[in-house]
């Protein structure tokens, strides 16, 4: 597995990985956010040909870091799911039981539509909009619940699938996803590799991460 780079926030220490995610090491706990579990079956079912291995090696590298890193509990910070139940949700579920004591707890996100039956037989514990520990807040859209929250806290997010544009020699430009962090604010990038990017505009005192390929670059 790829090297991942240390941001500390508050003390605590933060480890962004190049497999679009953060380990949280004082609590033992992966962040991810946007990982539109069913996606692809999704376009599939709608008439769009996208084939399932992009669904399954997203699949795969996110039981990869279950397995690797060994987390208590996994944070979601929304888009779990894409949409409906569909054949590749089962196929999550098929690859969940191997994880049984694996605690996941998903902050909903506007895609995870799925009832919260299915959320509670999965095992899985859902949020419905924000969720708090210690001066840290998780939630989906990073524009909300800011009345709900005091001056200190430390926001994580996604929603917004953060990317960067970078300029070469020759004019071409290329755009990676990043890790976009501001004074009090961390969004992260989209888990599934299935999915657009919004450009961000970093302000002189943010600091981005971009993931190239299997590598991870701070760029301010």
Same mark, same amino acid.
């Not at 004082?26 to 992009?54: C, N, Y």
């Given at each position: 597995?790829?090297?991942?780079?240390?941001?500390?926030?508050?003390?605590?220490?933060?480890?962004?990985?190049?497999?679009?995610?953060?380990?949280?090491?004082?609590?033992?706990?992966?962040?991810?956010?946007?990982?539109?579990?069913?996606?692809?079956?999704?376009?599939?079912?709608?008439?769009?040909?996208?084939?399932?291995?992009?669904?399954?090696?997203?699949?795969?590298?996110?039981?990869?870091?279950?397995?690797?890193?060994?987390?208590?509990?996994?944070?979601?910070?929304?888009?779990?799911?894409?949409?409906?139940?569909?054949?590749?949700?089962?196929?999550?579920?098929?690859?969940?039981?191997?994880?049984?004591?694996?605690?996941?707890?998903?902050?909903?996100?506007?895609?995870?539509?799925? !009832? /919260?039956?299915?959320?509670?037989?999965?095992? &899985?514990?859902?949020?419905? %909009?924000?969720?708090? *520990? @210690?001066?840290? #807040?998780?939630?989906?859209?990073?524009?909300?619940?800011?009345?709900?929250?005091? !001056? /200190?806290?430390?926001?994580?997010?996604?929603? &917004?699938?953060?990317?960067? %544009?970078?300029?070469? *020699? @020759?004019?071409? #430009?290329?755009?990676?996803?990043?890790?976009?962090?501001?004074?009090?604010?961390?969004?992260?990038?989209?888990?599934?590799?299935?999915?657009?990017?919004?450009?961000?505009?970093?302000?002189?005192?943010?600091?981005?991460?971009?993931?190239?390929?299997?590598?991870?670059?701070?760029?301010?």
């Amino acid at each position: 597995m790829s090297i991942p780079l240390l941001h500390i926030i508050h003390d605590q220490h933060f480890w962004l990985s190049p497999q679009r995610s953060i380990y949280w090491e004082e609590e033992k706990t992966l962040i991810v956010s946007d990982t539109h579990f069913g996606k692809t079956g999704h376009f599939r079912k709608s008439g769009i040909a996208v084939p399932q291995q992009v669904y399954k090696e997203d699949l795969q590298r996110f039981f990869s870091l279950a397995t690797a890193l060994k987390p208590e509990r996994i944070l979601v910070v929304g888009d779990f799911f894409h949409s409906t139940a569909n054949e590749e949700i089962n196929l999550f579920l098929k690859w969940k039981n191997d994880f049984n004591s694996l605690q996941i707890t998903l902050i909903k996100g506007n895609h995870d539509i799925l !009832g /919260n039956s299915w959320y509670e037989n999965a095992n &899985i514990q859902i949020i419905e %909009q924000l969720y708090m *520990i @210690g001066p840290f #807040s998780f939630q989906h859209d990073p524009t909300e619940n800011h009345n709900k929250l005091d !001056g /200190n806290a430390f926001v994580f997010s996604g929603h &917004i699938h953060p990317g960067i %544009q970078m300029k070469g *020699i @020759g004019k071409q #430009s290329l755009r990676f996803p990043c890790f976009y962090f501001t004074k009090n604010q961390c969004i992260l990038p989209a888990f599934s590799k299935f999915s657009g990017l919004a450009i961000v505009k970093p302000k002189k005192q943010d600091q981005v991460y971009a993931i190239t390929n299997d590598s991870i670059i701070k760029l301010a």
